[in-house]
């Protein structure tokens, strides 16, 4: 089973952009589809962005197309989250899972990441 460590977080203006890390060990990565998901204060953990692992198609959440762009590097074992544009309600911890596990029930959350916008 993976692990996941997530990296990259911060205190950022309206605006601005961060670029957060997931770097996981164990195998087999390059199989696995990989998420990032956020949980607001007091709110559920919500999907933002997946990527496949073959061809590494994307989906990402309404509320963040065409500001956040997934990457990934199956060399490194690492997927990235470029995040631009962020917006105040994007304020959150980020964390990264194996999408198939959290789209089961499954999936459990490691130390995530956090974002705080605000100016």
């Known amino acids: 089973q993976l692990q996941f460590v997530e990296s990259g977080g911060g205190l950022v203006q309206p605006g601005g952009s961060l670029r957060l890390s997931c770097a996981a060990s164990g195998l087999p990565f390059d199989s696995i589809v990989i998420g990032w998901y956020r949980q607001a204060p007091g709110k559920e953990h919500e999907e933002v962005s997946c990527?496949?692992?073959?061809?590494?198609?994307?989906s990402y959440a309404d509320s963040v197309k065409g500001r956040f762009t997934i990457t990934r590097d199956n060399a490194k074992n690492t997927v990235f989250l470029q995040m631009n544009s962020l917006k105040p309600g994007g304020t959150a911890g980020y964390y990264c899972a194996d999408g198939d596990l959290v789209a089961a029930g499954f999936g459990s959350w490691g130390q995530g990441t956090q974002v705080t916008v605000s100016s």
């Open positions: 990527i496949s692992s073959t061809f590494g198609s994307t």
